[in-house]
């Protein structure tokens, strides 16, 4: 939906607003009452993002590390250097096609062992208990994410955690909750300019193309991997709920999404059989239903995750001094609250479409035993830097 037709919704809505809205959508109350594990994991998803964050700028300081971190940097500028084929072979390994060792550390011990123990450590933040006001505050005590970045993360983070709230609500029918929806985003995008993210799709090639592109998957990829899980059930119960309610055969699959989660995040060692995703989980793939009823929400959201992921891979890289890592993530920050920068909506759909459902997490509800992919972004002329993922 356009900003015009908002504006034409507008007297109804925010007499809505008024009236309902703003009690409805008090942190943790509707997705409590549907789902306490949800609304549990959805302040810890907020929390275990921010601890990564901090974790992976602990070790690049560390001195114990410099030189795993010296010869991890030199791998991926040699990647970089060697140019399209090369990352046509390592995106081919990323999704099984050929080969691939098991983790994206090309043989660095020190590192996998780091990725592994922070994978761990990070699991049990996900499994804890974090109040409304910890998850709030998760982004501004990240030390290496400038303010102006962690305002825009946060404000994202209020964005989706009104919407999932809404859908939430059993009390709620379909054309109230798209009524609602459209007060929501409406809310979100009158905001500051300087803290919104665009609601016109921005192109992939933002968070895939970019000098330090890919950095976790390569150096972190079981954190990659947790990181993704969360997001993929963030988006899937989301579907879950969605379809629950426009078709009641759908009814009650929030715990089958749950379940597919638990068996994602593995044991506390971080071993399981059921592989995290290799792609960003996107709206159009993992939450459809969404998509579909409510697509500006749905390229809000998926704005906002490719910028998470821009942010993380710029924190992942090893060894960028404390200014080149600021001004990289500022410029980032700013090409998604630019709202002039945009695709168009097929090309939006299409990008998220060929990241593949399977290599996403699989879907929400059914069954997917392999990659129906048969081709990488790259055999599409999709750009997408080198990744080699491992196990959870």
């Known amino acids: 939906m356009t900003r015009k037709q908002l504006n034409i919704l507008r007297p109804p809505v925010t007499l809505f607003v008024s ?81 691939a060792p098991e983790t994206s550390h090309a043989h660095n011990s020190d590192m996998d062992e780091l990725d592994l123990g922070m994978r761990v450590e990070l699991a049990r933040v996900v499994r804890g208990d974090h109040s409304d006001a910890e998850a709030a505050e998760a982004y501004s005590n990240v030390a ?54 665009s609601a016109r799709p921005k192109p992939a090639s933002l968070y895939l193309d970019h000098a330090y592109a890919g950095s976790l998957k390569r150096v972190y990829p079981r954190v990659s991997g947790l990181l993704w899980s969360n997001q993929w059930l963030h988006l899937a119960s989301m579907e879950a709920m969605i379809r629950g309610q426009v078709d009641p055969q759908f009814d ?76 990289a993530i500022l410029a980032k920050v700013a090409q998604f609250t630019d709202k002039d920068i945009a695709t168009d909506d097929m090309s939006y759909l299409l990008s998220a479409l060929r990241g593949g459902i399977y290599n996403q997490g699989g879907p929400a509800i059914g069954e997917l035993m392999g990659s129906e992919r048969n081709r990488s972004r790259d055999a599409m002329n999709m750009q997408h830097h080198m990744s080699m993922s491992g196990p959870n």
């Open 144 to 197: 290496d994410l400038p303010r102006h970045a962690a305002m825009v993360l946060a404000r994202g983070r209020q964005f989706e955690e009104q919407l999932w709230q809404l859908w939430a609500d059993p009390d709620l029918d379909i054309d109230a909750k798209l009524l609602a929806t459209q007060a929501v985003i409406e809310t979100y995008l009158t905001g500051d300019d300087m803290y919104t993210v």
């Open 252 to 327: 009650g699959q929030v715990g089958e999404t749950l379940a597919r989660y638990n068996n994602k995040l593995g044991s506390g060692s971080g071993m399981s059989m059921f592989p995290a995703p290799v792609e960003m989980p996107t709206v159009p793939t993992i939450a459809p239903s969404l998509y579909t009823l409510a697509p500006e929400a749905a390229i809000i959201v998926d704005n906002l995750n490719m910028l998470d992921a821009a942010i993380t891979d710029i924190i992942a890289y090893p060894g960028l001094d404390a200014q080149t890592q600021e001004q």
């Open 19 to 99: 009236l309902s809205i703003l009690s409805l959508l008090i942190p943790a109350v509707a997705l409590g009452q549907a789902s306490p594990e949800l609304a549990r994991l959805y302040n810890a998803f907020t929390v275990t993002h921010a601890a990564a964050l901090n974790a992976i700028a602990e070790v690049d300081r560390d001195p114990r590390f410099a030189q795993a971190q010296a010869e991890v940097r030199l791998q991926l500028e040699q990647m970089q250097d060697q140019g399209p084929s090369h990352k046509n072979h390592g995106q081919m390994m990323s999704h099984g096609m050929t080969a």
